[in-house]
């Protein structure tokens, strides 16, 4: 009976066997017109490594469960393996501090019409400067865009003329596009700073180029790359649908002006995974048309934190909803979680969590401010307002550098409605008082601890809502 077992199973095994037969580990390479034989079987960028160096340098939390060190590391390229690779320098890219923008133009028309999957390369070890930049769609097949090097701006202003001044690289009706790579883009901005009207008063206040946008893309993905010294925003993201970014460190000075680093528009379903923020203005920033925004594994310092808004300037109408910002750590940063609306505007914004958040001396951790105004002279007082609703701060935990931890804003004609407190405790850094609470036409309430103590409830206004407009937080409430 033993023997005819054995010709069994050797019989059902016989078509199996050219398979594993077949199999071998391609080694990585550089030559080749296939991306499988680029990445090898580990399908990493090159210069992945490079990034996870990087990283170990990122401070970890010291309360929140969820973010680790391998949380950023658990991330590889998305690339298709039997794209046909494009090299930039086959198109004429030099690298160096030649102009390389011709030739990017080239290779990216070669890639676009590929009537099967393309990956854009931009090589390794080789910085290549780049002017304003459109990568325009539809394509014919899906691109991806490998950034293993450096692209770099020109440091020379008038390259911008007055019609594309606010764009540095854009990314334009692309379906299934895919960025990363691990190399770095910089946007010189220094020479745009100092001529800001925030860093020189005598300046006229003028635009400067967002280093990356995304435009009217759908299904997309950025992830694994470095931004640094945008001329303003760093990463833009306007009218795009089904958006994965992750693993994406940005970094500029914490005085530099206008330098968001994550500016989401009109854009629905986007997810920020695992990203380190440093930078001059917010950390991320959420603005009108936004829906289905989840924020997680962020660390944002320095820089004024994680803003909704602002919202409703110039008497505008603003939406925005189901926003949730999810293991955070900021440290030094001017704001925490913000939401804040101009007045005068109108629409709304709903339907948001602020929920397992570290805070290492940040300056207003939690705040709502209706009565937002970023400019020289004092804002004129409206009626109308962006209506806040629905919003929720869970298992929030740190150290406040200003005397009010939380503080809401809101507008007497649109109060806040339904904000939630649960577990907070915020304490005073070594350099302040005591923490409190400032509350103004709200109405809120309060779940398990919250310190500092909330503010006084017991006011019902005309319309039989109550909502403090008392300032002074209570300690025996």
């Not at 690779?85 to 290779?107: C, L, R, S």
Request: charged share 20%; net charge negative.
């Amino acid at each position: 009976m033993a023997p005819n077992v054995t010709v069994l199973l050797f019989s059902l095994l016989m078509p199996f066997l050219p398979c594993f037969d077949n199999y071998e580990t391609k080694p990585a390479g550089s030559a080749s017109s296939k991306a499988s034989t680029l990445y090898g079987s580990t399908a990493h960028p090159v210069g992945f490594d490079k990034v996870l160096e990087r990283e170990e340098t990122i401070p970890l939390f010291l309360g929140t469960e969820g973010l680790t060190k391998e949380s950023f590391d658990q991330v590889g390229s998305s690339q298709p393996n039997d794209s046909i690779v494009i090299n930039v320098d086959d198109y004429g890219a030099t690298g160096g501090g030649a102009d390389d923008t011709m030739a990017f133009e080239k290779a990216w028309k070669a890639a676009c019409v590929s009537t099967g999957p393309a990956s854009l390369l931009v090589s390794n070890n080789n910085t290549y400067l780049l002017k304003s930049i459109t990568f325009s769609g539809p394509c014919k097949s899906n691109v991806s865009v490998m950034i293993e090097g450096t692209i770099e701006a020109s440091s020379n202003i008038s390259d911008w003329s007055s019609k594309n001044r606010r764009i540095w690289i854009l990314f334009s009706h692309i379906e299934n596009l895919i960025v990363g790579g691990g190399g770095t883009i910089n946007g010189n901005g220094q020479v745009w700073w100092q001529k800001s009207c925030k860093i020189d008063k005598s300046q006229p206040c003028k635009d400067a180029p967002t280093a990356l946008t995304f435009k009217s893309c759908n299904e997309l993905t950025v992830e694994n790359l470095n931004v640094k010294n945008s001329q303003q925003i760093h990463i833009k993201f306007e009218k795009c649908n089904n958006v994965t970014a992750s693993t994406i460190n940005i970094e500029a000075p914490e005085k530099s002006p206008n330098t968001d680093g994550i500016h989401v528009t009109e854009t629905t379903n986007i997810q920020i995974n695992n990203c380190n923020i440093g930078t001059g203005d917010d950390c991320i920033s959420i603005v009108s048309g936004s829906q289905d925004v989840k924020a997680t594994n962020i660390v944002c310092g320095p820089g004024h934190g994680i803003s909704i808004g602002s919202l409703g300037a110039k008497n505008s109408e603003a939406q925005v909803s189901d926003v949730t910002v999810d293991t955070a750590q900021l440290r030094g940063t001017k704001n925490g979680v913000r939401i804040k609306t101009w007045q005068g505007g109108k629409g709304y914004a709903k339907n948001i969590i602020f929920e397992n958040i570290d805070i290492d001396d940040v300056k207003n951790p939690i705040i709502i401010d209706q009565n937002y105004c970023d400019k020289k002279k004092k804002c004129k007082q409206q009626k109308s307002a962006v209506q806040i609703s629905n919003v929720q701060y869970r298992n929030i935990k740190g150290t406040s550098g200003s005397k009010f931890a939380i503080n809401f804003n809101c507008s007497e004609s649109f109060p806040c409605n339904d904000i939630v407190l649960e577990d907070i405790s915020i304490v005073d850094d070594d350099d302040v008082d005591d923490a409190e609470s400032f509350c103004q036409n709200v109405n809120w309430r309060k779940k398990g601890t919250v310190i500092p103590p909330p503010c006084n409830l017991n006011y019902i206004d005309e319309y039989g809502l109550p909502y403090s407009s008392h300032p002074a937080s209570i300690s025996n409430y």
